[in-house]
């Protein structure tokens, strides 16, 4: 199995996600396991108002890139190839926005 | 050959560089032992072990490549599991996770075996450029693991006409070999034309006949596409009593169920204008009317300039040169196609406007090193 990072890029803030939009993330993991994939891990972010960004030692308050796409959340998946990998990362709930699947390099780096 | 041994290794480069050993192997085996009964299948059994070997010394081996076996190695590829490794590999590189640029120059190179020069020509862009495009598309496939497996069938049709447009894109890059002096590049063109067969037994009918029954037609007139001395022959001084009427006569069956059963597809139509120009007795008795008909459905589907070049040499026919011109001059971002300015040139020409002629076939000589075509062109220019 490969794994496969998903971030996911959302217009919308996270507070005004629709109930169903979050009943969706919830329901993820048991829509992987249908597809032959796994979820390995994931983790919904704070709105970008709140990071800070640190480039040669000095800090910017705000996010890295300013985008109109949010990066609001990131999960690892596993899956056998990057069709499957692609699959699972279609059922991601988005309102406005959208995924990107990257390869993991290593997935023994944790 | 090279399609078996990816299947092993699921690395392109590995499978590339396993190859070649194979073949050096061979010229030092060969002339000892003698060539054995079937080359083809030794110079695979080699290549695969090559192959092997490499990946177990590579550490990688358990985090990279998992998967590299989906058959036990003995399993000795007899013709149609070959057949079935290189549609396998057609569909890989057809993946949508590539960009269609990446999907033709791959399929180009690793399927058919054209040289990444060759490939560059074919779309116009430079040598490094095609080859850091195959490159970094090779990456893609092994760091993402795109599948090398022919798509479920629900998946089939979508990923079939990414498969059909590089298809038929090779078939032409063999029909009119950019550069050099091979006109006709037969193995490019034999295999395009095995490759469409595939895809027709995979999912008769539709598109897939459609592309089966273009290049039938293409094929059927290839033999008079040039004359003794290998000069370009317009369509209209071609010896159509040459032509491979069992070949047309195939693209025709093909085409007539397709298009009864409902296809409107975009090679389906081609194919149909292609099968018209091939039953016309004479260039004059071409059936223009309906020919320019399906060019009109044709832009419907598929509006892309060049078919709008093709529409109006259709268009000339119905409705003179003056009508011709007037489309030709409407299109944009063409510029550094050749068949552009010698169809401008021709239509010129014909209008009597000599010079602005001269000019346009030297604007189309320019965008081409193929001998033949330059040939032609320059005959073109001299006042007749």
């Given amino acids: 199995m490969a794994q496969y990072a998903v971030f996911l890029y959302e217009r919308v803030a996270p507070e005004d996600l629709p109930p169903e939009i979050m009943q969706r993330h919830e329901q993820m993991p048991e829509r992987a396991a249908e597809l032959g994939g796994r979820i390995v891990a994931g983790m919904a972010l704070q709105p970008p108002d709140t990071s800070t960004s640190i480039r040669k030692g000095e800090l910017t308050d705000g996010p890295f890139l300013e985008t109109k796409e949010v990066l609001g959340g990131v999960f690892v998946i596993e899956a056998r190839d990057l069709d499957t990998a692609l699959a699972i990362a279609k059922l991601t709930p988005v309102v406005e926005g959208g995924v990107e699947v990257v390869p993991l390099l290593d997935f023994q780096v944790l | 050959m090279l399609a078996a041994t990816v299947r092993v290794t699921r690395d392109l480069d590995l499978a590339e560089e396993a190859v070649q050993d194979a073949f050096v192997e061979a010229l030092r085996v060969w002339p000892h032992d003698g060539v054995p009964d079937k080359p083809g299948a030794w110079l695979t059994t080699v290549a695969k072990r090559r192959a092997l070997n490499a990946m177990a010394r590579a550490k990688t081996l358990d985090t990279k490549l998992p998967l590299l076996l989906e058959r036990d190695e003995d399993d000795l590829p007899d013709e149609d599991f070959i057949g079935d490794d290189r549609l396998r590999l057609v569909f890989t590189c057809c993946h949508p996770a590539l960009a269609r640029e990446a999907q033709l120059a791959l399929t180009l190179r690793l399927v058919c075996g054209v040289a990444t020069a060759d490939v560059a020509h074919a779309f116009l862009i430079s040598e490094a450029t095609m080859a850091a495009r195959i490159t970094r598309a090779k990456k893609k496939i ?101 032509w491979d009427r069992e070949r047309i006569a195939e693209a025709d069956a093909l085409i007539v169920a397709a298009l009864r059963a409902g296809g409107r597809g975009r090679f389906l ?93 030297q604007r189309a000589l320019q965008l081409t090193d193929n001998v033949a075509e330059r040939t032609f062109l320059e005959e073109r220019r001299a006042p007749r």
């Fill in chain 2, 142 to 242: 092994a760091a993402a693991r795109i599948p090398y497996v022919v798509p479920e069938p629900h998946e089939l049709p979508e990923r079939l006409d990414a498969a059909l447009t590089v298809i038929y894109l090779l078939y032409t890059t063999g029909h009119t070999a950019p550069a050099g002096d091979d006109l006709v590049r037969d193995e490019l063109t034999a295999r395009a034309l095995d490759l469409a067969r595939m895809l027709h037994g995979l999912l008769p009918g539709g598109e897939a006949a459609g592309l089966l029954a273009l290049l039938l037609c293409h094929e059927a007139r290839r033999g008079t596409r040039t004359d003794a001395h290998g000069r370009l022959l317009r369509m209209s001084e071609q010896n159509r009593t040459a």
């Fill in chain 2, 269 to 361: 139509l081609q194919a149909a204008i292609a099968a018209l120009h091939a039953q016309a007795p004479s260039y004059e008795q071409t059936d223009w009317p309906q020919i320019l008909e399906l060019y009109d459905a044709l832009l419907r589907v598929w509006p892309s300039p060049v078919v709008a070049l093709n529409r109006a040499v259709a268009l000339a026919e119905v409705e003179g040169p003056q009508a011709a011109i007037a489309a030709v001059d409407a299109l944009e971002g063409v510029d550094g196609y050749r068949y552009l300015h010698s169809t401008r040139a021709d239509l010129l020409h014909r209008l009597g406007r000599d010079g602005e002629a001269a000019d346009a076939y």
